[in-house]
């Protein structure tokens, strides 16, 4: 699953090496909104299909980017939908053609960007199908519709192309980069693209167009079976039903052992999402360890140790669900519920709780990085990337999917208002795994991992994961994608 090599008409591809494997990459900017045109040549109208996390962000950013050009962005709904009044209060109208009815856009537009549900998405494909004109582009920010087509037997129309962009966060993060982007020529999400299908010869440009025009500053490309697979199983570990599952067992951990519960969540919760995260951000994984002193990096080592040992199986259990098409079955089948069955509020623990007063206090707390906290999360999050490395995804992909996205774009969020706040802003395909996968991190932890940490030992299993960090090949490719991290920190609203 090595990133493919490209070539464009319109945009420069740059050559990029990450951990000895050579990368191509397409730089953004709004300096090269004035290419866009060239890009998407013969386009007259973009449908952005849906009002849900990315809905929203992608047809503002659309639209602001093409500007002055003859190419209309127009938000396709389902007819009486609820999402008709946001849309029209984000400047989308009737009367000017750039809201209407789904089937209609879908039937109308030279590029369908299709941003519904997922479930939504296998439930009503064939219709999609059908209203798709011969020659047209079909635009994905997910895999997940290729990988229930599989599990159905199924396929895509032949006459039509098929892209993918995939902003590497949330929907509201890429419209907030965006927005503080516009007076330092860009500061959106980087994203990955994939070209499944081209019958006109025109799906690279289209799709780089479409990221540029997000706000993207670097985009790179993948396939569409590595996207869906890394990003479903990147939501359900690291990104958020990890992190989740994590923090709530460390969190318990701490009240159980006598500590008060402010200070406990401040050196588990508010560590990973703040200390730790921006650590990540700014100066690399190892600058989590080397901030610390002797005796906190023999603790940070155990944590570590221990955690990485028994993360390792339920990750690769994951990953196995989402390329077995389990996770998708699932996920379908969950989305036949919801109606009935309303997904529910997942920060009224006691932790979160705690949250909101710790939060209160932020200037008093201490702000240093907690060992053991730093080793449980380092270790989960270096478990993942060993995951997504010995499944072939391009180093690219396991960086963003594993690192940049939690500490970049979905951590912020839950620094700020907690869990559910991050969780929920995101895909219901997501909402769904953070909420059925988060609690088997919690378990692992508190039945598996953090007694053995307290007793000293390593597992039955343990190789002195630990000593192997410092040398990981992540560190060189996070190294040189430093210079594609935004030049604004995100600001959460």
Not at 68 to 74: F, K, L, N, P, S
Not at 453 to 479: K, Y
Request: charged share 20%.
């Amino acid at each position: 699953m090595t990133a493919p090599v490209f070539r464009s008409e319109v945009f420069d591809v740059e050559d990029i090496e990450l951990s000895g494997t050579g990368e191509q990459f397409v730089r953004g900017g709004r300096d090269r909104f004035d290419r866009l045109g060239a890009a998407l040549d013969g386009i007259r109208r973009i449908g952005v299909i849906g009002w849900g996390s990315q809905g929203p962000a992608q047809a503002q950013n659309l639209r602001e980017s093409l500007a002055g050009t003859d190419i209309q962005v127009t938000v396709g709904l389902r007819s009486g939908s609820s999402a008709l009044t946001d849309a029209r209060a984000a400047g989308f109208e009737e009367d000017d053609g750039t809201l209407g009815e789904m089937f209609e856009v879908i039937g109308s537009s030279d590029l369908v960007i299709l941003l519904i549900s997922d479930a939504a998405q296998a439930e009503l494909y064939p219709r999609i199908f059908e209203a798709l004109r011969p020659g047209a582009t079909l635009g994905l920010s997910h895999g997940f519709l290729l990988g229930h087509l599989a599990n159905q037997g199924a396929d895509f129309p032949a006459d039509i192309n098929v892209i993918a962009v995939c902003p590497k966060g949330m929907g509201p993060s890429v419209r907030r980069l965006y927005e503080q982007g516009r007076d330092v020529n860009g500061a959106g999400i980087n994203a990955s693209f994939a070209v499944h299908q081209d019958v006109t010869s025109q799906a690279t440009d289209l799709a780089l167009a479409w990221a540029v025009a997000l706000g993207a500053p670097y985009t790179f490309r993948t396939t569409l079976e590595s996207e869906y697979r890394s990003d479903i199983f990147g939501e359900r570990a690291i990104l958020l039903g990890a992190v989740h599952g994590m923090v709530e067992a460390l969190y318990r951990h701490l009240v159980e052992s006598g500590v008060d519960p402010v200070t406990a969540f401040n050196r588990t919760a508010d560590n990973v999402t703040g200390t730790i995260a921006r650590t990540i951000s700014s100066k690399g994984l190892l600058a989590v360890r080397d901030a610390l002193g002797p005796d906190g990096r023999e603790q940070f080592d155990r944590a570590y140790d221990v955690t990485y040992d028994v993360m390792v199986p339920l990750l690769a259990e994951i990953y196995d669900e989402v390329a077995s098409g389990n996770e998708i079955r699932s996920v379908i089948l969950a989305g036949q519920r919801l109606d009935r069955f309303p997904l529910t509020t997942i920060d009224g623990s006691p932790m979160w709780q705690a949250g909101a007063q710790a939060r209160a206090r932020r200037d008093t707390l201490d702000t240093a990085i907690d060992p053991t906290t730093a080793g449980v999360f380092c270790a989960t999050m270096m478990a993942q990337v060993d995951v997504l490395v010995e499944r072939g995804h391009p180093w690219s992909e396991v960086a963003n999917e594993s690192i940049i996205e939690a500490v970049d774009s979905l951590y912020p969020y839950m620094h700020a208002r907690g869990v559910a706040y991050m969780v929920d802003n995101c895909s219901t395909t997501a909402r769904l795994g953070a909420r059925k996968w988060g609690p088997r991190f919690d378990a692992l932890l508190s039945q598996v991992a953090l007694p053995l940490i307290d007793g000293g030992g390593a597992g039955a299993g343990a190789v002195g994961a630990s000593r192997a960090f410092p040398d990981h090949p992540v560190h060189r490719t996070l190294e040189a994608l430093a210079a594609t991290r935004p030049p604004v920190d995100i600001a959460v609203e």
